[in-house]
């Protein structure tokens, strides 16, 4: 009878077992589950343009919107840590300091040994960059020969053996792990002569340092992805492959990369160099009206001063062969309107511009985020609300989506084709100009924004870094001049 109970209890213990492993009181959660049950995704990135920066409106970059909606996805909150290097970055998620690297990370045969890495999410090119007035070697040939000495990221120059094989041999590199952001820099300063530089970074910081140059293509395409640790069971891992799948299938990837990238395709060297010189000659003179005149209308200075400088080149005596004139360029209707007597006195005219951007911007959907509604708003205040909204239309009819920039602004240079407007409610309208406008909008803000806010790329105090180390003093923020410097 005792040996009969004793069976009993066991069976009873070993029941009772299987039902808590079952219940997952006995079996280790899995990568997910973990992150799930703390509440945190811990990623780790690198500062810089194209990843992770801070702004006067939080933080931005490429990296982290993508991150930011993947732990919104997951139910979590956000925690960034900053690596000086992608390297540093991936040994800090070998070492279980963070849970993915999201930090422009190159993929390479030796890294998908290592790591898992996520299907592509971009890709991009290496390429050789040089200062203008210096000699650009036509091809790798000259590069050996000359033995000029080529400065270069030791990720980067991993992968360019890699792509490249023994093409390589004969260059002298200068192997520098200071970051692209204080290479291209010290490029354009004449420090370094020629670098090796991956073509986004090149393509964010050209309008800032209008004297780089891209002599060529280093090697071939370099793609981009999140790396996790081979060491956890995969399930976080492959939460992110459909994350990638689901952000491309709805074209919320192409509007991302629209959105940092979208507007620097066309490059204007005169320009830039013109816009600088202004900056430090005329800008000075109008600060305190637009940043009086945003605060009105509750607006970015810096945005109103990139429109005023779209529409005059801050010059109050502006006028248009149609009439418009100042600052803001406004017509004699629109200054009545906003109740502007005064067009061609400055502080007059930039207020106009402010209430009158703000007006328009208010006809543009709430549901719309921001930047997008902005930039819905630029285009609006440049050809007109009913304009755009005919190419809203057209473009909701074409199967695209009538809320994305990147869709509409395909379908505003339509609006001048007969076959499009003579079916729209407002007609013809030259639909190229609010495209070609809001993008020109965008370069002189995001300008402006990086002179006047030096800290740009410092590691603020509330992020956290693990052991990772802090980045040189050299990398902290732009430095475009002594002129345009002591303006600000």
């Known amino acids: 009878m005792k040996r009969s109970h004793a069976r009993f209890s066991f069976a009873v213990i070993v029941a009772v077992l299987c039902l808590l492993a079952w219940s997952g009181f006995l079996r280790k959660p899995g990568h997910l589950e973990r992150i799930e049950n703390s509440g945190t995704l811990t990623i780790v990135t690198r500062m810089g343009p194209d990843t992770y920066h801070r702004t006067n409106d939080g933080p931005s970059g490429l990296e982290y919107d993508l991150v930011q909606r993947f732990a919104k996805q997951l139910g979590v909150k956000l925690k960034i840590r900053v690596a000086p290097s992608v390297d540093e970055a991936l040994n800090m998620v070998m070492s279980g300091q963070a849970d993915l690297a999201a930090a422009g990370v190159g993929v390479t045969d030796e890294r998908e040994q290592r790591y898992r890495l996520t299907d592509p999410y971009m890709s991009v090119h290496p390429q050789l960059v040089y200062r203008a007035g210096d000699s650009a070697p036509k091809d790798l040939d000259a590069l050996v020969k000359q033995s000029l000495r080529v400065a270069v990221n030791p990720g980067q120059l991993a992968y360019l053996h890699q792509a490249r094989d023994k093409d390589l041999d004969g260059i002298h590199w200068q192997v520098d792990d200071s970051g692209a952001e204080d290479i291209l820099y010290r490029v354009w300063n004449g420090e370094l002569r020629y670098a090796v ?52 299938r709805k074209g919320t990837l192409a509007r991302l990369q629209e ?18 010189r202004h900056v430090a000659g005329r800008l000075p003179k109008y600060r305190k009206d637009f940043k009086k005149a945003a605060d009105k209308a509750g607006l970015d200075w810096r945005l109103l001063a990139a429109i005023g400088y779209q529409e005059s080149h801050w010059n109050p005596s502006a006028v248009s062969p149609t009439g418009v004139r100042g600052v803001m360029m406004l017509t004699r209707d629109t200054a009545a309107h906003v109740g502007i007597d005064n067009r061609v006195d400055a502080s007059q ?28 708003a630029l285009a609006a205040y440049n050809v007109g609300f009913g304009h755009l909204e005919d190419a809203r239309i057209i473009t909701e009819s074409q199967g695209a989506d009538p809320d994305a920039w990147v869709d509409v602004k395909k379908r505003l240079p339509l609006l001048s084709h007969k ?30 924004v990086r002179i006047t806010q030096p800290g740009l790329m410092t590691v603020d105090g509330d992020t956290a870094r693990g052991n990772a180390r802090e980045p040189p003093e050299q990398t902290r923020g732009m430095r475009l001049g002594d002129a345009v410097e002591s303006a600000f």
Do not use: C
């Open 197 to 248: 530089v991956d073509s986004n970074e090149v393509l964010l910081s050209r309008h800032f340092y209008p004297e780089l140059r891209v002599a060529f293509d280093m090697g071939g395409v370099k793609p981009l992805a999140w790396a996790f640790s081979p060491d956890s069971d995969g399930s976080l891992y492959r939460n992110a492959q459909a994350f990638f799948a689901s952000l491309e």
């Open 419 to 448: 076959k499009w407007y003579e079916h729209t409610e407002h007609g013809y309208a030259r639909g190229w100009e609010p495209v070609r406008y809001v993008e020109n909008v965008r370069r002189y803000y995001e300008l402006l």
């Open 259 to 276: 959105r940092y990238y979208g507007h620097l395709d066309q490059f204007d060297y005169v320009g830039t160099r013109v816009f600088m």
């Open 349 to 376: 005219s930039i207020l106009g511009g402010a209430l009158y951007f703000a007006r328009v911007k208010e006809k543009i959907p709430e549901r719309i985020p921001e930047p997008v509604r902005t930039w819905f």
